[in-house]
């Protein structure tokens, strides 16, 4: 069996009774930046939460590496949400110490890097940083561990688009060959350059899951109108 994969087959979760993702089949080879497309409430950011084991209670199997289990699952991945949590009475460098403490793979010296790239002072509080701010540190928290797959949750939300140009580069630059990159984002030809593959999520499931480069070759289209598509109800993926 490949070890290098990260997998979700027949998942489906409920919540509150709600029927949220349903059936759902996804595979990846490690070692992409994928963007997870969909519209409001499509269940981008419930994926995330059940791959990165946040949420339980779902039918199905998730994989990544060699494992199911929902504690080596939040060894192996890194969510951006993880962030919701957190005491924002505390300072930025004081939460990215208890970040340290929560997770061996915290590395404080990447941290570091990403907080002066991005701009932050790490001795502001949580509560005094803008949204863009905010953003950026639960990136710079997310990206600091060292671990297989990382979830971004809109990670440019409230970004200016120059400093989104600027973050988007750095992420080419950091990403290790082996690591995925898992980004949902609404402004889709803002991140479609740094994008390996797509998958998009509709009516609950996987509609479409494609290698960008192949996919504007062999369809003419860019990324962001085959992705529209789908909500037009024009595509079919085969
Ligand atoms: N606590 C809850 N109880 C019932 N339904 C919920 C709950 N939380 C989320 N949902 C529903 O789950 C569905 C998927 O939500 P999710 O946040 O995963 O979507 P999303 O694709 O990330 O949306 P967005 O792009 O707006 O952030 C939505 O229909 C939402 O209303």
């Not at 924002?88 to 460098?93: I, K």
């Not at 989104?164 to 030809?189: C, E, G, Q």
């Amino acid at each position: 069996m490949t070890t290098n994969k990260i997998s979700a087959e027949h998942l489906t979760y409920k919540r509150n009774r709600h029927l949220i993702l349903d059936d759902l089949n996804l595979n990846v080879q490690q070692g992409h930046f994928i963007g997870l497309l969909g519209a409001n409430g499509a269940g981008k950011t419930t994926l995330m939460r059940l791959l990165n084991g946040v949420a339980t209670n779902f039918t199905g199997t998730i994989q990544i590496g060699a494992s199911e289990s929902i504690v080596d699952r939040k060894q192996l991945s890194s969510f951006s949400e993880s962030l919701k949590g957190v005491n924002a009475n505390r300072t930025l460098h004081q939460i990215a110490t208890d970040y340290a403490i929560m997770y061996l793979d915290f590395s404080e010296k990447a941290f570091e890097n990403f907080t002066n790239k991005y701009e932050l002072d790490c001795h502001q509080k949580l509560s005094a940083l803008s949204k863009g701010n905010r953003k950026k540190f639960a990136t710079a928290l997310t990206l600091s561990r060292q671990t297989q797959l990382y979830l971004l949750d809109e990670p440019f939300e409230g970004i200016d688009s120059m400093t989104r140009k600027r973050l988007i580069s750095n992420m080419i630059a950091w990403k290790p060959a082996a690591a995925t990159v898992m980004i949902s984002d609404h402004h889709v030809n803002d991140v479609v350059n740094i994008l390996d593959e797509i998958v998009v999520l509709k009516d609950k499931h996987v509609v479409a899951h494609r290698n960008t480069e192949q996919l504007r070759e062999e369809t003419g289209m860019s990324v962001e109108a085959y992705y529209e598509s789908f909500y037009e109800g024009s595509a079919t993926d085969d």
